[in-house]
T-cell receptor
Framework: AQSVTQLDSHVSVSEGTPVLLRCNYS??????LFWYVQHPNKGLQLLLK????ATLVKGINGFEAEFKKSETSFHLTKPSAHMSDAAEYFC??????????????WGLGTSLAVNP | ETGVTQSPTHLIKTRGQQVTLRCSSQ?????VSWYQQALGQGPQFIFQ???????GRGNFPPRFSGLQFPNYSSELNVNALELDDSALYLC????????????FGPGTRLLVL
């Protein structure tokens, strides 16, 4: 079975400084990996996804993530944090489910705080 | 905005009652998945519906049931509510059951007293 571990439950950065949210996965397949963001009292929004194409994936709002198979990692980065980036971030791996579906396996989330 | 809508936005029930939550999928999407997100946790997969049939289920008891309609909208029903059922319930739609990218609605926050 696949699993995903978000290494930090909470990250705090200053506005304008880089963001690094760490994610490791375990998978017996070639995984598909995602990052979702959840702002307070809002639904989940897809930031970016990796599906075995380029290992460096660019997403929305200036975020990007690099798939490193040797390290089984898929860390999320952004060069310069903005106040509006404060939210909960989830790393997700996809695995085959029962029937013909795909099941998403979620990390526990990393809460990002951005200080002025 | 993803085009996935859910109703109601908030709901308060008491233990033992039954609740129905509704979801309208994004236009053209025939697959709907439901998730439960407890406070401070990641979403947990409840089940998925594809073309009106259940197409996979997570580790939830049978009192969690669902329906999908010909227009691909969906309902989540929970019977005999328990306090631990208090959570944000998220609906996500995708173009196909085999498609990994899911688009989420804003959720329904359920409080069981």
């Amino acid at each position: 079975a696949q699993s995903v571990t978000q290494l930090d439950s909470h990250v705090s950065v200053s506005e304008g400084t880089p963001v690094l949210l760490r994610c490791n996965y375990s998978s017996s397949y070639s995984p598909s990996l995602f990052w979702y963001v959840q702002h307070p009292n809002k639904g989940l929004q897809l930031l970016l996804k990796y599906t075995s194409a380029a290992t460096l994936v660019k997403g929305i709002n200036g975020f990007e993530a690099e798939f490193k198979k040797s390290e089984t990692s898929f860390h999320l980065t952004k060069p310069s944090a903005h106040m509006s980036d404060a939210a909960e971030y989830f790393c997700v791996v996809s695995e085959p489910g029962a029937g013909n579906n795909r099941k998403l396996i979620w990390g526990l989330g990393t809460s990002l705080a951005v200080n002025p | 905005e993803t085009g996935v809508t859910q109703s109601p936005t908030h709901l308060i029930k008491t233990r033992g009652q039954q609740v129905t939550l509704r979801c309208s999928s994004q236009s053209g999407h025939n697959t709907v998945s439901w998730y439960q997100q407890a406070l401070g946790q990641g979403p947990q997969f409840i089940f998925q519906y594809y073309r009106e049939e259940e197409n996979g289920r997570g580790n939830f008891p049978p009192r969690f049931s669902g329906l999908q309609f010909p227009n691909y909208s969906s309902e989540l029903n929970v019977n005999a509510l328990e306090l631990d059922d208090s959570a944000l319930y998220l609906c996500a739609s995708s173009l196909l059951a085999t498609q990994e990218t899911q688009y989420f609605g804003p959720g329904t926050r359920l409080l069981v007293l």
